[in-house]
């Protein structure tokens, strides 16, 4: 099963797999100097947690807020085997699709600055692409957003 969500006019799925939970837009502490696309962190069920503005990162604007704007807390796995909680603001989360209603595929064609887009599937309103949990965050932001308690975390000097 995949949720469906929006980014401008563009469509993406998520694997359900990956879902801890859909929370609504909450207030979120900023990072001071951190990339524009991390929107900052709150605290879920006693742990910080990062969250990413997916819109600021895909298209270069911020989630609008709307009703419908929501956050996605995924498992983001690490190098380690271990997953970390990592939130992804998106907007218009409003759909779910199973396997059967659509196929997945390669696209064919990759973007080097956007690893995260993975296969695509297409439907009667358009084209679909399947969001890659585990290539959102370059190793430096990984490492500076997703470190264990106590370790340390170096703040990479320049992300875009």
């Not at 890659?132 to 490492?143: F, G, I, K, Q």
């Amino acid at each position: 099963m995949y949720i469906l969500f929006s980014i401008g006019n563009d469509r993406y799925a998520l694997n359900t797999s990956h879902v801890v939970e859909v929370v609504p837009r909450v207030e979120l502490w900023q990072i001071p100097r951190a990339a524009a696309y991390v929107a900052g962190v709150f605290r879920y069920r006693g742990q910080l947690v990062p969250v990413l503005d997916l819109c600021q990162l895909m298209q270069g604007q911020p989630c609008p807020v709307r009703l419908s704007t929501r956050i996605l807390l995924v498992h983001h796995p690490v190098n380690d085997g271990t997953s970390h909680i990592l939130g992804l603001m998106v907007e218009r989360v409003t759909d779910t699709l199973t396997s059967h209603d659509v196929t997945f595929a390669p696209s064919g064609i990759t973007a080097d600055d956007a690893p995260y887009l993975g296969d695509v599937a297409t439907d009667e309103h358009g084209m679909i692409h399947c969001l890659r949990v585990e290539s959102l965050l370059p190793a430096p932001m990984r490492v500076a957003l997703l470190s264990q308690p106590g370790e340390p975390k170096p703040w990479p000097r320049q992300l875009s």
